[in-house]
């Protein structure tokens, strides 16, 4: 197993995700991930206007992948990232883990389109 890309789209169109170093798998107890772990954004109409945010280190909560939800980062009671188990409903907001701003349009959003790769090195 090695690093996965997630990529989706919101209802406004803007692409938003993260990557993680290593496999994605459900620990509904612990974080997990390590300092090459990001959250990233670009607007619809500039797809090669990606802002990337990486590990602060202000904190240790990356990734938690449960049976109900996804999540990266953490931080003032907000996810980086948010989806639901059915990946369709999200939410975004600024966390101290990767101190971004809000990777998707509006807050609360629908999923319109994922992808996810896992890659084997």
Known sequence: QGPTFLALADGEGRLLG????????????HYYGNGSTFVWS????????????????????????????????????????????????????PCQTFNNKQLSTQAEFVCERLEVWSFQI
């Open 18 to 29: 993260a990557i993680v170093s290593g496999d994605v798998h459900v620990d509904a107890v």
């Open 42 to 93: 670009c607007p619809a109409a500039d797809p090669w206007a990606v802002q990337a945010y990486h590990a602060t280190g202000a904190n240790t909560y990356l990734v938690l992948t449960t049976p109900t939800f996804m999540a990266f980062g953490r931080g003032e009671g907000r996810f980086g990232l948010w989806l639901d188990a059915e990946l369709y409903n999200g939410h975004s907001g």
